[in-house]
Every structure is written in structure tokens, then in C-alpha cells.
């Protein structure tokens, strides 16, 4: 089945914009504070760092080449988008609340 026209941008787009996001939260969330990290700080950054690796490779994914017509990768390219939106919130949620 064909992928509905419009689906890469769109997933690439919304992938730019959530990780632009999360890095607005972490930027705001205060990475830079010179006070001691705790364990809740550090599962808010590696669960960040993991759904930014997610959006980040939602472009590469969805343009990848494929063999024969009809066989996009947009499925997988959807599946890694919510990875990665799940996981930047998870860690906003995590920092909000500890």
C-alpha cells in the first residue's frame, strides 16, 4: 500500500520539531546548574538523549531507498517518531515530578 502523499515531510517535520522541543525543555531544565546531579537527573537525560536519537533518525528511515515500489519505510519511520516523542516526554514528565 502506498504511503498518503505528504508523509515524508511530515514526518520529517514533526520529527524536527519535537526534537526541537526537547531541546528547548533541556536547555530550560537546567543541564548546566552546577549543583550535583541526582539519579532522577541522570534518567531524565539518557531517556532524552535515547528519544532524540529516535526523532533524529526518523528522516534517515523514511528516505531510505527501497527495492520495490510500494514498500516505504513509513511504518517504521511512525514507529520511531513515537519512540521518540514518548521518551521526550517520559523525561519531561520524570523532571517535572521529582
Do not use: N, Q
Amino acid at each position: 500500500m502506498r504511503a498518503p502523499t505528504g508523509s515524508v515531510a511530515g514526518l520529517c517535520s514533526a520529527s524536527a520539531t519535537m526534537f526541537a522541543v526537547g531541546m528547548a525543555f533541556l536547555g530550560y531544565w537546567g543541564v548546566y546548574e552546577p549543583v550535583g546531579w541526582r539519579g532522577s537527573d541522570f534518567v531524565v537525560v539518557i531517556l532524552a538523549l535515547i528519544g532524540f536519537a529516535a526523532l533524529g533518525s526518523v528522516p534517515w528511515i523514511v528516505t531510505t531507498p527501497v527495492t520495490e515500489e510500494g514498500a516505504e519505510k513509513v511504518e517504521s519511520a511512525r514507529r520511531a517518531l513515537a519512540l521518540g516523542v514518548a521518551l521526550i516526554w517520559l523525561s519531561v514528565l520524570i523532571a517535572v515530578f521529582s
